[in-house]
């Protein structure tokens, strides 16, 4: 009787141990299998979120597994980031990055709850979005060279404004700033389109503002444009020069958004990540609608990806360094 | 008459097949969404935004428009029936809206709220077909120093809103301004009184304050008072104002409507400003003060007219200069660019049909909402009846779901909790929680648009008086504020005389 029972549980033991052995293999070919939540650290209607959708949409109806998109935001975007990177590896949680979640938050903030680095698989950049920098129509300066003459002729009189204290826009002016040796004073506001009205009524003289909500004031006329703030020409206002064309060679600011899965995430699940993602920015119908809202689709492997933000985080660090910047 | 013209073309436009189907939508999902305490039209037209890429954009905005202003009629359900403020802008009608529904009066309070919403909502169509470009230049004259001394008015007036004694009020604001402290500092980017908790860096939530304030401490408050006397007296007088209450409000729509136009205009003064505006104004202007807070309906139709009003004009600063005045408009702009349409000065002469077709919709909508709404109420007013012990779990449920589905985050619905045992606690002290909300909300608007004017003028404080608008507003205030005190101290006076 004993010698039944014995064998009756080494048969149910077998049983259970393949089973799951069985599950954990199929559970990675299988994927996805069950919905997956794409965390967007920021609030409902931004840049990051549309983005966010625009991918996730494309995403269920090619796997015909929901992607649902989660809003968290907060501290900069830090909530939202810090979810993820203590979510468990097993590739239904992702996460949209951007420049200030994966780059710049590392030197602003102190006591940063996660790693930009060790704590994600970087899967795939997205899009990016170049900041313009723009002037009140009243400042008497047609283009990079003349502003920053301008400035050097009057020190302190001057205000950029900025979309917020520790976000692109202000560490871009700060960059602006330190690179062409000029001293202008600092103004933050609360978002970008605050920021963006006061340049339009005078308020402040000049911002290195998104372009998304700058491009209606400059078809309006109602700012000047100067020039870009990435390294290469924008496909959207091919006729501006970059800065660094303009007279600060070097200057190279945007912010780009890209999908990061937890550290430990089997690689065969990243590869598929990123295999669709690839093919979603490439769909006509997906660029046209993100050139529209001022955005350039991006797409790269996960080791370049990987590699792009180790660059990114040493770079802005130097700009926070030398701007004296601080987030609590 | 070229504004004939305009019209009849934009109503021709709005009167399609298709754009009265997506009106239609766009108005009943606002109204559920305004209901529903917590989550709000910006989420809603988020979500539903990938369903718009479909759509010619015309179509697109009359949709997301109906979403908007479909939850400022919506919000004020629920604060008349239970206290709890749907949306941001209907946290003034909860406090006499719900008192008449405990006087068995729920019916005519959101009878009222619906038509002079209805009113307000025609008014301001025509507001905007006539003056949207010349007020959107005025809307661009507002600076930091004149929204501080906004700000400042707003506050003292805070102070009227109060039934007793005027020191509490005070006190009650200081607090509200000290919780609204809590955060990320726009100027500095320094954190304060978050003690390290990342979902604190953006201050306490504004649902949580209010649903606990007002929600919760209402539901603790009658629980205890539960067997000593009814929640809501069984005796419903009717469904339909009374010819005295139409009497007696028509004003107040007005003076609403025209408040909740102007104010509606300035971009970030949010919406909440007007309805509290209009609340302040109809008491000072009231025969008799002291029944507001005890079932005034001009307490119900002055906000209600100016959170409709103030939500159309909102529209004004997009589609005259392409400058979004809230984050609702902000995705509007999304939308129209996603179609191709750059949102500026040349929408209204390069795309009547948008412009036009919009401004006629928004009218349609209103009447859609009424048509909508008025039935209803026999509905909403017979939940009322249910037993108490089992309507608070499930207004509760409906807050709790409400918070956290906002930003994911239990911590909001655990300051519901806080907020409700501190609201009761306030209410046990006789001191009111509306002026602590407005504290809270135009408190840290006030100190960053002070700290900002002192960095653009250098320090020198003259600026509030020189520049016009702030020095009126500033003088408003004063006045204001000698209105609210010298009755006080000539009463005081007249009492040591005896």
Not at chain 1, 58 to 67: C, D
Not at chain 2, 5 to 21: E, Q, T
Not at chain 2, 87 to 110: F, H, I, K, N, W
Request: hydrophobic share 50%; with cysteine; glycine share 10%.
């Amino acid at each position: 009787m004993r010698k039944k029972w014995e064998w009756s549980l080494l048969t149910i033991g077998c049983i259970v141990v393949l089973t799951v052995g069985s599950m954990g293999v199929a559970h990675a070919q299988s994927y996805p299998n069950k919905p997956i939540r794409l965390v967007v650290p920021f609030i409902a209607g931004g840049a990051a979120d549309l983005l966010a959708r625009e991918v996730g949409q494309k995403l269920a109806e090619s796997w015909g597994q929901p992607v649902v998109i989660e809003n968290k935001p907060g501290a900069g975007g830090v909530i939202g980031a810090e979810i993820v990177a203590k979510a468990a590896p097993d590739g239904y949680t992702l996460v949209l990055g951007t420049v200030v979640t994966h780059a710049i938050d590392v030197s602003m903030v102190s006591k940063l709850p996660y790693d930009p680095i060790k704590d994600f698989s970087p899967i795939t950049l997205v899009g990016s979005i170049a900041n313009v920098l723009v002037v009140n129509p009243s400042v008497p300066a047609n283009s990079v060279k003349e502003l920053i003459a301008l400035a050097k002729s009057k020190p302190g009189q001057l205000n950029f404004a900025s979309s917020g204290s520790g976000l692109s826009q202000h560490l871009a002016g700060e960059l602006f700033k330190t690179m062409a040796g000029v001293d202008i004073v600092h103004i933050p506001y609360k978002g970008s389109i605050p920021a963006i009205t006061a340049v339009v009524n005078g308020e402040s003289s000049l911002i290195l503002n998104v372009l998304p909500t700058t491009i209606p004031q400059i078809k309006a006329g109602k700012v000047r444009p100067l020039a870009v703030t990435s390294a290469k020409r924008s496909a959207i206002l091919p006729d501006l020069p970059t800065v660094s064309e303009a007279g600060l060679p070097g200057f190279d600011v945007v912010s780009w958004f890209g999908i990061l899965a937890p550290a430990g995430t089997p690689k065969e699940i990243v590869a598929k990540l990123n295999k669709e993602i690839v093919k979603i920015l490439q769909m006509p119908d997906v660029r046209d609608r993100l050139f529209k809202q001022g955005a350039e689709p991006l797409s790269c492997t996960p080791e370049q990806f990987d590699a792009h933000i180790k660059q990114e985080i040493v770079k802005w660090g130097e700009v926070v360094k030398k701007s004296g910047a601080k987030m609590e | 008459m070229d504004l004939l013209h305009n019209l009849i073309f934009g109503f021709g436009v709005a009167f399609s097949p298709v754009n009265l189907l997506y009106c239609l939508i766009g108005v009943i999902v606002g109204t559920l969404i305004g209901v529903l305490p917590g989550i709000g039209p910006l989420a809603t037209i988020a979500m539903l935004l990938p369903a718009t890429f479909y759509l010619s954009p015309v179509s697109a905005l009359i949709m997301l428009a109906g979403i908007f202003y479909g939850a400022q009629y919506g919000g004020s359900t629920t604060s008349i029936l239970v206290n709890i403020p749907g949306e941001s802008s209907s946290v003034v009608t909860c406090l006499d809206g719900y008192a008449m529904a405990r006087q068995g009066r729920a019916g005519p309070a959101l009878a009222i709220a619906a038509l002079g919403s209805f009113f307000a909502g025609c008014v301001a169509t025509v507001i905007i077909a006539l003056f949207a470009p010349p007020l959107a230049k005025i809307a661009l004259e507002f600076r930091s120093p004149d929204y501080f001394s906004l700000m400042v008015l707003g506050l003292v007036s805070a102070a009227v809103l109060a039934r007793g004694s005027l020191l509490k009020a005070f006190a009650m604001i200081i607090l509200g301004l000290l919780l609204g402290l809590v955060g990320t500092d726009v100027n500095s980017g320094a954190s304060r009184y978050t003690f390290g908790i990342s979902e604190l860096f953006d201050g306490i939530s504004f649902v949580a304050i209010a649903m606990g304030m007002f929600g919760l401490s209402e539901i603790i408050f009658n629980l205890e008072a539960k067997g000593k006397k009814e929640i809501f007296t069984s005796h419903i007088h009717g469904l339909m104002p009374t010819k005295a209450d139409v009497k007696a409000s028509w004003k107040a729509v007005i003076r609403g409507t025209l408040l909740g136009s102007a104010l509606g205009i300035l971009p970030g003064s949010g919406s909440i400003i007007p309805p509290f505006a209009s609340y302040t104004l109809e008491k000072k202007l009231a025969a008799d003060p002291s029944r507001f807070g005890q079932g005034a309906i001009e307490g119900v139709a002055g906000p209600e007219s100016a959170n409709n009003a103030g939500a159309q004009t909102s529209f004004i600063p997009l589609l005259t200069l392409g400058i979004p005045s809230n984050a609702v408009m902000a995705m509007m702009m999304g939308a129209m660019m996603i179609h191709g349409i750059a949102p500026g000065p040349e929408v209204i002469s390069k795309q009547p049909d948008l412009f036009w077709g919009v401004v006629a919709s928004m009218w349609i909508g209103n009447l859609m909402l009424v048509v909508l709404n008025l039935p209803l109420i026999g509905i909403w007013v017979r939940l009322l009846t249910v037993p108490y012990r089992f309507l608070f779990p499930a207004i509760l449920i409906f807050c709790c779901i409400g918070a956290y589905s906002l930003n994911s985050s239990a911590l909001d619905v655990g300051f519901i909790a806080i907020f409700g045992l501190l609201g009761y606690v306030f209410r046990k002290l006789d001191c009111e929680p509306a002026p602590l909300i407005l504290g809270f909300i135009l408190g840290p608007m006030m100190e960053e648009n002070l700290r900002r004017t002192m960095v653009l003028s250098r320090g020198d404080p003259t600026i509030f008086f020189t520049r016009p608008i702030s020095c009126g507003l500033l003088l408003a205030a004063a006045f204001l504020l000698m209105l609210i005190v010298f009755p006080t101290l000539r009463h005081k006076r007249e009492e040591v005389k005896e």
